[in-house]
């Protein structure tokens, strides 16, 4: 019998000398943001990796475009803080197949509080009713006000894929089994950066393949491929 192993790509980097990549960054399926500075070395690496368009820019006139934004493979949303330039910019770059919004909210770090896939979103209860129900018009998901440990946090909480995510170490196994049955895929506990317990932070991945800060160790780095690679 022949096993056919699936070749799942990754590397160490860091983005404006920082191994936290995943403030700085994010991908989806069909695109990737990383800062207007980023070094042209690791946007090429970038790319080959993630096999994904890569916007260059900054957002809310800085460069932690991972914490202010979150998208899926057909939505990116952006903070009401966001300016005509930096959106009109990411508009015309992204994908036509991906829709562009700004969510007007108090809350502006939305790569912190949402956790956004093709098929729900966690988010956190601090959001008003009418915001939880602006997010599920332009998200077009299901939209679930989460906490995880008691955090409402969870986008920094989870780093979440097509095929598997990561879980901060100390969210109760209850709440994973939990999780798993919303997202409908299976996770795991990791920790990034030698032995960060925020996963995303240190994270910017999609199915295609995944970019780890450069403080990742060798066992993470092997948990992280094992848990995004599977299915």
């Known amino acids: ?18 191994s936290s990549i995943g403030i700085f960054g994010l991908a989806t399926e069909t ?66 197949e991906v829709q562009v919004s700004i969510i007007e909210s108090r809350i502006s770090a939305l790569g912190n509080t949402i956790v956004l896939t093709d098929r729900v979103a966690l988010v956190s209860p601090d959001f008003t009713r009418s915001e939880l129900k602006t997010l599920e018009n332009h998200a077009q998901v299901e939209v679930i006000p989460s906490t995880l440990m008691g955090n409402n946090i969870v986008g920094s909480l989870l780093f979440v894929s097509k095929h598997g995510y990561l879980a901060h170490p100390s969210i109760p196994e209850e709440e994973l089994d939990n999780l798993s049955e919303i997202l409908g895929i299976e996770g795991n506990y990791t920790t990034v950066n030698r032995g960060t317990p925020y996963p995303r932070p240190g994270i910017i991945g999609n199915s295609s393949g995944v970019l780890v800060g450069s403080d990742t160790t060798g066992p993470e780095m092997m948990r992280i491929y094992q848990v995004l690679s599977s299915n």
Request: hydrophobic share 45%; charged share 20%.
């Open 1 to 18: 019998m022949v096993i056919i192993m699936r070749i799942f790509p990754g590397d160490r980097i860091d983005l404006l000398g920082n």
């Open 31 to 96: 695109y990737a943001l990383f800062p207007h500075n980023s070094k042209e070395n690791v946007i090429a690496k970038a790319e080959e990796i993630l096999d994904v368009p890569t916007i260059k820019t900054s957002l809310v006139n800085s460069q932690l475009l991972g914490i202010f934004a979150v998208g899926n493979s057909k939505t990116l949303l952006l903070p009401g803080l966001v300016s005509n330039d930096e959106f009109l910019r990411i508009s015309k770059n992204l994908p036509e």
